[in-house]
């Protein structure tokens, strides 16, 4: 978003807390873990961080998202409630899902986040799904729609780009593109150029933009989130980034060029956004506080998640469609 001056420097350090609170929520959630304190693995988004609070910032509360199987930072940056998602990690009752989810289902109805997913591109039709019942309602509120690049080799990323322009649905696309799938290379198993001429094949524009870089990822966003709301139909961000952590938990990422990663970790975007702050006068004292904040409030949600209940064994077929039940009427 562009602006001047104060109000500018007022919405970049909103920008660098969101990315430390994701920062520290997920290295606390990783220490958890390793702990033996979660059960199952994480998928983080170490190094993402500025994507997921560039775009979310431009939103509003009635504004929906989807997300893939590395939700956290798009559930934090939408709103959702941090004592909610931390204990839906550790399994117990208070969690957003009861428990039940786990890392790859975190959703909050209350703030617009429709859920993560496990299944890669899963997230795509139902954000599309969404975009079509809130332009039946005639709302203007819209759907950001997370997803990595290996998800545009999957048929929900065709078949859900199509659907929305052909009904010019309030959809932004955010592919977070850190190049690899997995443990694989995205350029190894994908054709072409890539997303965004996938995308202007369809008729959806695209604009690429540095997703290390939390202030273009900012102002970019700001102007296809008008844009959409304003009725132009879908839009798809194409934001390049680096994910610095192996792909799970439990993968120590030896895999990796070191090389590659010691860069990324020079680019890493908080970082470069702290760099930015220094350099236009914003004392050190005050980012430093609100990292600390930050990781303050992750350990006191984790303390809280280790004492809280774990949910009644009652409960397990709650909030699951029994299919026997469904055939025998």
């Keep these: 978003m562009t602006n001047t001056g104060g109000d500018n420097r007022a919405r970049l350090i909103t920008l660098y807390g969101t990315m430390c609170r994701i920062r520290a929520f997920e290295e606390t959630a990783l220490a958890a873990h390793k702990a033996g304190e ?25 504004d929906r998202i989807t ?16 004592s909610g998602m931390m204990e839906e990690l550790f399994g117990r009752a208070g969690g957003h899902c009861r428990g039940k989810g786990g890392s790859m289902h975190i959703a909050d109805f209350s703030v617009g986040m429709l859920g993560a997913n496990g ?9 599309v799904g969404a975009a079509q019942g809130i332009k039946l309602l005639g709302a203007d509120s819209i759907v950001a729609c997370f997803f990595g690049d290996g998800a545009i080799n999957r048929g929900p990323f065709l078949e859900g780009l199509n659907w929305a322009v052909l009904y010019r649905l309030p959809v932004l696309f ?10 694989t290379a995205t350029a190894s ?11 202007q094949s369809l008729g959806v524009p695209c604009t690429s933009v540095d997703g290390n870089d939390a202030a273009a990822v900012d102002e970019a966003a700001a102007r ?16 390049t980034t680096y994910r610095i952590t192996g792909h799970t938990s439990s993968d120590p990422a030896a895999w990796r060029d070191p090389a590659a990663v010691a860069a990324a970790k020079e680019a890493e975007p908080i970082g470069r956004l702290r760099a930015r702050l220094l350099a236009e006068g914003v004392p050190a004292a005050m980012l430093d506080g609100i990292q600390g904040e930050a990781r303050a409030e992750m350990t006191h949600a984790r303390e809280d998640a280790l004492s809280a209940p774990w949910p009644d064994p009652a409960i397990a077929w709650e909030d699951v469609q029994d299919c026997g039940a469904v055939e025998a009427h």
């Design 67 to 82: 997300s893939n199987h590395r939700g956290h930072g798009h559930a934090l940056a939408k709103g959702a409630g941090v």
């Design 224 to 239: 296809l989130v008008a844009e959409i709301r304003g009725g132009s139909g879908p839009r798809l961000l194409h934001a």
């Design 119 to 127: 299944v890669v591109a899963g997230g795509i039709p139902i954000a």
């Design 189 to 199: 198993v994908t054709a072409g150029p890539g997303v965004a001429a996938r995308a």
């Design 174 to 183: 955010v592919c977070e593109d850190n190049g690899v799938a997995a443990f």
């Design 38 to 62: 979660i059960p199952g693995p994480l998928h983080v988004s170490i190094g993402q961080e500025a994507v997921a609070a560039g775009v979310c910032g431009n939103l509003r509360r009635d």
